[in-house]
């Protein structure tokens, strides 16, 4: 079955970098889009970045772009997201997901996800 | 696109027929897909393409809708329904959420 698992995160300081890590596995991992959603405590859910089944193609939420950096190895079935100059509205917990089919935009399985926490 | 999710909370008695409406501030015929997200844990996928049953998702979620109106009904509502129900679209970048209607049980 899909499992994918999150890890990386942690409490950083303001303007700091951090790295987080998706590893997949139970599908052809190189076939599929993969996204970042997050979600601030109490809060709903925010898509923040997508990248192709190739690595080709990424795209951003105007909220990280420019700080936030999305990618893969399908040779290590993982995926990451470079987090720099990080901000206290960053704080949330991390999930990564995977695209139904890649182009379809919609989040069928999910990783239980990684809390990041942004200190002032 | 902005998805705008009403009412911001429900409670129901178990058995009763639940429905939820999200609005999208432009049409975006049907690429709407509804979320399950329980307490503590990671959302699940419900219904995609506005009226979709996601295999393995209980056959009592229903999905309706196109354009710009979509609604989710659970029927026979069980206590496992507990939860916040977020819709998505899938149109175009970005793919936004609407704000979650939570259910509970009477």
């Known amino acids: 079955q899909v499992e994918l698992v999150e890890s990386g995160g942690g409490v950083v300081q303001s303007g700091k970098s951090l790295r987080l890590s998706c590893g997949a596995s139970?599908?052809?991992?190189?076939?599929?889009?993969m996204h970042w959603i997050r979600q601030a405590p109490g809060k709903g859910l925010e898509w923040v970045a997508v990248i192709s089944f190739d690595g080709k193609y990424k795209y951003y939420s105007d909220s990280v772009k420019g700080r936030l950096t999305i990618s893969r190895d399908n040779s290590k079935n993982s995926l990451f997201l470079q987090m720099s100059s990080l901000r206290a509205e960053d704080t949330a917990v991390y999930y990564c997901?995977?695209?139904?089919?890649?182009?379809?935009?919609?989040?069928?399985?999910w990783g239980q996800g990684t809390l990041v926490t942004v200190a002032s | 696109i902005q998805m705008t999710q009403s009412p911001a909370s429900v409670s129901a008695s178990v058995g009763d027929r639940v429905t939820l409406t999200c609005r999208a501030s432009q049409r975006i015929t049907r690429s709407l897909n509804w979320y399950q997200q329980k307490p503590g844990k990671a959302p699940k996928f419900l219904i995609y393409?506005?009226?979709s049953l996601q295999s393995g998702a209980p056959l009592r979620f229903s999905g309706s809708g196109a354009g710009t109106e979509f609604t989710l009904t659970i029927t026979n509502l069980q206590p496992e329904d507990v939860g916040i129900y977020y819709c998505?679209?899938?149109?175009?970048?970005?793919?936004?959420f609407g704000q979650g209607t939570k259910v509970e049980i009477k």
């Open positions: 139970g599908f052809t991992f190189s076939n599929y889009g």
């Open positions: 393409g506005a009226t």
């Open positions: 998505q679209q899938s149109y175009n970048s970005p793919w936004t």
């Open positions: 997901a995977k695209d139904v089919d890649s182009g379809t935009y919609s989040f069928d399985h």
